[in-house]
């Protein structure tokens, strides 16, 4: 089986996403899940998007031990002195650089001919070389360069020093049969190619992301770019969950496989859509909710005869565990320790008996306590934000025919304060309420909600973004009561808020140009 590598963009191309900001804390949090789930290159960021991305980037090279860490460059002496700040702390650091080479980018926004691109590329893959033994280069657009030049492209870049090219299908425009013939024709007429590895890296916007990784691996790919749940600029990436699955369940077929603990795949999941508030469709390939569920009668019937008539994949393979024990109000706390374990959770002592007590206050609102309340509980609070405002108690009072209010008691500082307001909903007499306990000034860009598990007393989820003078913060909020995780949400965002405006260089996503 010949092994393809995965480089995780999730930190970078998928951070890009519209609305999604990670802090370092998440980028962090983020980075060394992937390490468990075992990817071989993590790209961490652009570290000379704003000293915030630096820094972010640092702190990655700085946890994670078992991956190559990247930083992203363009094809400039500043970019790359970036990333050699950044990576300063890598046990294994490489350097992507990218220039766009198709006519297109060409004539619009290089302004540059075909020669000045292929200079400039090379002056910045030489100047890298100094610094770093593997540099990735990257034709930005390769999708839409013509290929004789895209052939010349890439013999100049392993001239140059470069260990890895990769094919961007920057704007998702191949389809899978022009997209392995690239690396056919590369692999065929460009002399050299077999002492560099070929990447693939694909968007979605015509939804063919992974199908055009898995034609680049069939035409001889070494490497697939992609993220996590496909999130990533507009409509996407090729999400690495589906080549992993793809590639494990169609072994026979691609004679390809990938190193990743595939077990980890719906955790590293779930921790990527909690992070950056991008839920998973229930429909998504892989790690959808319903990727297992069977509705009809029919499959249902058959599932019960022989799992694979319907079944190709199964749950348990990408970690998702069917759970015998339920728990509620009576368990103790050695069937929750049992329960944690039984779920992956490797907790101390003293986490596991705050879980407990926290599993307690459900237990009392919820009959059966799921695996999915229990992961959210222990999720709710990932990343440790200081906490300079936080929810002490809340009323609201709701009529159709009356104008919704609400009363917010919030500590600041050891100071409480307790604030009334009216709303044209619930959820807005409670922000507005929130806002006259605060000295900040914030403006909701996003609100959105959703049920943890099913049933009356499910937890409920809220994620909101605030926006203050140009940057964004998400936050999160949990509990059986949606209003009471809509207020909490606001708070944690407006902690994130505060606590971004004290970390250095604060960064609107500036276009790679
Ligand atoms: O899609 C793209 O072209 C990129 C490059 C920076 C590799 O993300
Ligand atoms: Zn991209």
């Known amino acids: ?83 050699r700040e950044a990576l300063k702390a890598a046990q294994d650091p490489c350097i992507h650089l990218f220039l766009a080479t198709s006519p297109i980018h060409r004539k619009h926004k290089l302004r540059m001919e075909k020669e000045q691109v292929l200079e400039a590329a090379e002056r910045a893959i030489r100047y890298a070389k100094q610094y770093f033994s593997k540099i990735e280069f990257s034709p930005e657009d390769a999708g839409r360069t013509e290929l004789d030049f895209l052939c010349e492209v890439t013999d100049m870049a392993i001239k140059a020093g470069a260990t890895v090219v990769n094919i961007p299908d920057t704007v998702g425009y191949m389809t899978p049969a022009e997209f392995g ?57 090729t999400a690495i969950e589906e080549v992993a699955m793809a590639l494990a369940t169609r072994a026979e077929y691609y004679g390809a496989q990938t190193t990743l603990n595939l077990k980890e795949i719906a955790k590293t999941s779930r921790l990527v859509s909690k992070l950056t508030g991008m839920v998973v469709p229930g429909n998504k390939a892989i790690v959808g909710a319903n990727a297992f569920a069977h509705e009809s009668g029919i499959h249902q019937d058959g599932m019960l005869k022989e799992k694979t008539t319907y079944e190709i994949i199964s749950p348990e393979i990408i970690g998702l565990k069917e759970s015998k024990l339920v728990l509620g109000k009576h368990s103790g706390r050695h069937a929750f320790r049992e329960k944690l374990i039984d779920m992956g959770y490797e907790l101390a002592d003293e986490a596991v008996n705050a879980a407990f007590a926290k599993f307690k206050e459900l237990a009392d609102k919820k009959k059966n306590v799921s695996d999915e309340d229990i992961r959210a509980m222990l999720e709710e609070k ?19 025919e009356s104008t919704p ?29 929130i806002d006259l306990t605060t000295d900040e000034t914030v403006e909701l860009e996003d609100y959105s909600i959703k049920s943890v598990t099913q049933g009356k007393d499910a937890l409920g989820e809220v994620h909101v973004v605030l926006k203050q003078d140009e940057v964004s913060a998400q936050g999160r909020g949990l509990s059986t009561d949606i209003l009471e995780a809509s207020a909490r949400a606001y708070i944690d965002a407006l902690n994130r808020l505060i606590d971004k405006r004290k970390s250095p260089g604060r960064r609107d996503k500036m276009s790679l140009i």
Do not use: W
Request: proline fraction near 3%.
């Open 1 to 83: 089986m010949r092994k393809i590598y995965i480089f995780d963009t999730t930190l970078r191309d998928g951070e890009q996403s519209p609305g999604v900001n990670l802090n370092m804390n998440e980028k962090v949090e983020i980075a060394l899940q992937l390490e468990k789930l075992g990817v071989d290159r993590i790209e961490a960021g652009f570290p000379a998007a704003s000293p915030g991305d630096l820094a972010g980037v640092a702190a990655v090279a700085g946890a994670v031990k078992n991956a190559t860490i990247i930083g992203l460059s363009r094809s400039r002496e500043q970019d790359i002195d970036a990333v």
């Open 382 to 400: 990932l990343v440790n934000t200081p906490e300079v405002y936080s929810l002490e108690a809340i009323q609201v009072s709701y009529g159709n």
């Open 405 to 433: 209010s609400a009363t917010v008691r919030v500590r600041n500082a050891g100071q409480l304060q307790e604030k009334t307001a009216e709303g044209n909903g619930s959820v807005d007499a409670i922000y507005n309420a």
């Open 181 to 237: 013939n690239i690396f056919k024709t590369l692999k065929e007429q460009v002399p050299g190619i077999e002492k560099i590895q070929l990447s693939a890296h694909c968007h979605d916007d015509l939804g063919m992301a992974t199908a055009n990784a898995l034609a680049a691996i069939v035409n001889g790919a070494d490497q697939v770019e992609g993220t996590i749940n496909g999130i990533g600029e507009r409509a996407g990436n």
